[in-house]
């Protein structure tokens, strides 16, 4: 479904070249959870980042369903970023002047026109306030970012990154802020979500017990994929029944 063909990437400073990607190649399959590893500064995250076309390489492909999206026009790029992916950062990236009902909200405020919006937002703001009541939230509506947790700040930020039923969830080190409990949960949640909605799932991470948690992990090293193999599966059990 999601394809990344010989990619290249060189990040340039000054006179410094640093050269991330060399050539890689990754195939993710829909409804697959799949964990990327690897040394830190091994390009995890600038991988994850042209596949979810935030940014772009310098040569090389990447296609959704067989059609290319690294080089789409703004406008097609937007809609895509908007509809099709969702993100899931270390840092939550939640603007603080909103409580969680409004942070989840974002994609929809921002996908629609003045008007559609106008007329929508009673639904909108129903969706995000059940969104946020299956990551376990029901109890934080109106709280803002500083008022919530680091692993309450991830699942509001899971609930906005799901709010326009993407296909895919982008999901950079999203344990990688939080203690081993409230990682685990997180994990768990992915896992859920995952599982009962069938969203397909790249996850890039340092931990390998939460590896444990996804289908299949991809090592890279050097800007390109080295291993590929089933993820050793452990204890990891759903627990919520209906996300
Ligand atoms: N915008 C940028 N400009 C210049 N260099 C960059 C830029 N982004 C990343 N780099 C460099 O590219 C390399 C790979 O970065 P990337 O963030 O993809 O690695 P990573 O594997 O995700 O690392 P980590 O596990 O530490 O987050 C690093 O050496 C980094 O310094």
Do not use: C
Not at 194 to 214: F, L, P, Q, R
């Amino acid at each position: 479904m999601l394809t990344a063909v010989k990619l290249e990437k060189t990040y340039r400073r000054h006179a410094v070249q640093v050269r991330v990607l060399n050539g890689l190649d990754l195939e993710v399959q829909t409804g697959e959870f799949l964990s990327i590893v690897g040394a830190s500064g091994s390009g995890k995250s600038t991988l994850l980042h042209l596949i979810g076309t935030l940014d772009t390489p310098d040569t090389g492909r990447v296609l959704l369903d067989g059609k290319r999206i690294d080089n789409l026009p703004s406008r097609d790029r937007d809609r895509l970023r908007n509809r099709t992916f969702g993100y899931i950062f270390q840092f939550y990236h939640l603007l603080p002047e909103l409580n969680a009902v409004d942070n989840v909200l974002m994609p929809a405020y921002i996908g629609h026109s003045v008007l559609t919006w106008w007329q929508t937002r009673r639904q909108w703001r129903r969706r995000a306030e059940e969104l946020l009541e299956l990551v376990g939230l029901k109890h934080r509506l109106k709280h803002r970012p500083r008022e919530l947790s680091g692993g309450e700040m991830q699942r509001t930020a899971i609930a906005r990154a799901l709010l326009m039923d993407p296909r895919v969830l982008l999901a950079d080190e999203p344990t990688g802020n939080l203690d081993t409990e409230a990682g685990s949960e997180i994990v768990r949640l992915l896992r859920d979500i995952n599982h009962n909605k069938g969203v397909t799932i790249v996850m890039v991470t340092h931990n390998m017990e939460i590896v444990s948690a996804t289908d299949r992990v991809v090592r890279m090293v050097g800007g390109v994929v080295t291993d590929d193999t089933p993820a050793p599966r452990q204890s990891f059990q759903p627990r919520l029944a209906a996300v």
